[in-house]
């Protein structure tokens, strides 16, 4: 197959750091290549993916992120590079909105979002268009009134992460500056354990500074350090060297990338019962699900028990990257045999 793919023009394909949709498309355009199929990127000019990319699109550090006109330019550069594939898969907004840009092509879009108010009825209006992929069970069953075609979890290239068998005492949260990620939480609970802990999180935006500085930075101590945004490597040595990952997410998250990157580390995770949680964790034998802080400083204590070559497992077993891509692409080989190209090519043969 030839398969296009729209990343978002905002972040880089592989992200340097925080960008959680930049990491599975750039882990799905490789996946793909070293599958045997032939893949165009359309992403930022400073994208450094290893795949044929869309040329002269302009560079991450020069849009506005959320820029209505620029995504609109973007989308339309791709498309009209993409008029020879045989599949696209639009990881974009606006890009599944735009009829007839490949005639009889079919075009898959993977959500990555919430099903809140404005997202429902932008992905009412996608499925028109496109065929639509959830990235959880549970993110699935939120649709209201939106038919999800397939559900595929997202995977990691498990070579990337080295699996650390011991740790240093310490847990870790990794995310960024905001409130529904549960960082004043993640403190409450290591200080509540006992356990030290490490920071790693975005702090980009006007209002995750105004976070930091007015909730977080008065916090800080000799048991609570905050790193900064920390880069791939950074970030995997951080996982490798604490005894677990504080995730206690304060909204039904979608998807957490930064589950499945733990538990290659071979990290166990404590997080709160919600979103995509119960798919990830394994409570009890990979981390540890609980639904107050007593119950996640408690679960952060037990985790010196559990073993960490059972998380690593679990992410080989059913997050890893070719794992991913094999299940797009038994999705894509059954669009394209249901596709007018297909009925048309089929009708030529019998004629």
């Given at each position: ?318 997050f890893s990257s070719q794992r991913m891509v094999r299940e ?24």
């Amino acid at each position: 197959m030839r398969i296009g793919i729209v990343a978002p023009p905002w972040i880089p394909v592989p992200p340097p750091s925080y960008g959680g949709t930049e990491s599975v498309v750039h882990t799905l355009a490789v996946g793909l290549a070293e599958a045997g199929h032939d893949v165009v990127l359309a992403a930022s000019g400073d994208s450094t993916c290893p795949v044929p990319r869309v040329p002269s699109l302009p560079e991450s550090s020069g849009l506005c992120m959320d820029s209505g006109r620029q995504e609109i330019l973007h989308v339309l550069r791709a498309y009209e590079a993409m008029q020879d594939v045989d599949i696209v898969h639009d990881h974009t907004l606006l890009g599944p909105l735009c009829r007839r840009r490949v005639p009889d092509v079919p075009r898959v879009t993977t959500l990555h979002g919430p099903f809140d108010d404005e997202l429902t009825q932008i992905y009412r209006a996608m499925h028109d268009e496109a065929s639509l992929v959830a990235i959880s069970l549970h993110q699935a069953s939120t649709a209201r009134g939106v038919k999800i075609d397939a559900v595929i979890h997202h995977g990691i290239d498990l070579r990337s992460v080295r699996f650390s068998p011991s740790h240093n005492g310490g847990a870790c949260f990794l995310g960024r500056m905001h409130p529904s990620k549960g960082l004043l939480q993640a403190i409450m609970v290591a200080r509540q354990a006992g356990i030290p802990l490490r920071i790693g999180a975005k702090m980009r935006e006007p209002f995750e500074q105004d976070y930091f500085h007015d909730v977080i930075e008065p916090l800080l101590g000799a048991d609570i350090e905050y790193l900064g945004e920390l880069g791939t490597a950074d970030k995997y040595r951080l996982l490798g060297e604490s005894v677990a990952m504080l995730n206690p997410i304060q909204w039904p998250e979608p998807f957490g990338m930064v589950m499945i990157e733990a538990l290659a580390a071979g990290t166990p995770v404590v997080a709160t019962r919600r979103g995509s949680a119960p798919e990830i964790i394994s409570d009890g034998e990979t981390g540890f699900l609980a639904d107050s802080l007593q119950g996640l400083a408690e679960s952060l204590q037990g985790c010196v028990w559990l073993r960490r070559s059972d998380c690593r497992r679990a992410a080989e077993q059913h997050f890893s990257s070719q794992r991913m891509v094999r299940e797009y692409i038994q999705f894509y080989s059954g669009l394209l045999a249901r596709s007018p190209r297909a009925a048309e090519e089929q009708t030529a043969v019998g004629s």
